[in-house]
C-alpha cells in the first residue's frame, strides 16, 4: 500500500512539474499554425496592424471597418466598428471619411479584409491596414467583442466549423 501511495505521489508531482509546460507548448503551436494558416491567404497587399497596436491605438486616431457579412457582424464586432460588408461592400458608407485617415480592416482571419483594404486603396485611401488575424485573432487575445446593442458578448460567429477551430479561446462560444 505505502509503494503505491509513492507512485502515484511521484506520478502527481511529475504531472504537475510537466502539465503547465506541456499546455504551453501546445499553445505556442496553436499560434503558430494560425499564423501559417493566415499568412498562406495573406498576399500582404495591404499593410497589416497588430491586434495588440489596434487595441491600443485610440479611438480617434482611426476607423475600424468589418468586413464580414451582416449576420456574422450582428453576433458580435470589435467596439466602433462599421459594418462595410465583403458580397456587398459598400464605399458609400465612407463618403465622408477623408482619403487620409486611419482605415482598419477586419474579418474572420484577414482575407476578405485584405480584399476590401484593396478597393479602399484603388478608391484613393492611403492609410488602410489589414488586421492580422482579424477578429478571431482579437477574441483569441480575450479583446471585447460587443453584439448589436454595443454590449459586450462572449460570442463569436465562427464563420462555419471548418474556420471556428481556430478560435481558441474557450470563453468564448461559436455560432454559425
Not at 38 to 46: C, G, I, K, R
Request: hydrophobic residues 40%; positive net charge; contains cysteine.
Amino acid at each position: 500500500m505505502v509503494i503505491n501511495t509513492v507512485k502515484y505521489t511521484l506520478i502527481f508531482i511529475l504531472i504537475c512539474n510537466f502539465l503547465p509546460e506541456t499546455i504551453a507548448q501546445q499553445r505556442e503551436a496553436e499560434k503558430a499554425a494560425f499564423s501559417e494558416m493566415v499568412n498562406s491567404y495573406l498576399s500582404y497587399t495591404v499593410p497589416v496592424i497588430s491586434v495588440d497596436d489596434l487595441h491600443t491605438m485610440p479611438t480617434s486616431s482611426r476607423i475600424i471597418l468589418d468586413a464580414r457579412e451582416m449576420e456574422e457582424f450582428k453576433v458580435s464586432h470589435i467596439k466602433g466598428a462599421l459594418h462595410i460588408g465583403f458580397k456587398h461592400f459598400d464605399a458609400s458608407k465612407l463618403a465622408s471619411v477623408p482619403k487620409d485617415r486611419k482605415i482598419i480592416v477586419y474579418c474572420s482571419i484577414g482575407y476578405r479584409s485584405e480584399k476590401i483594404g484593396e478597393k479602399l486603396m484603388k478608391l484613393g485611401f492611403t492609410r488602410v491596414y489589414n488586421l492580422y488575424g482579424s477578429l478571431f485573432e482579437w477574441v483569441n487575445r480575450d479583446f471585447e467583442v460587443v453584439d448589436m446593442h454595443n454590449k459586450p458578448v462572449k460570442k463569436i460567429h465562427g464563420y462555419d466549423k471548418s474556420w471556428a477551430k481556430w478560435i481558441t479561446n474557450s470563453s468564448y462560444s461559436k455560432v454559425y
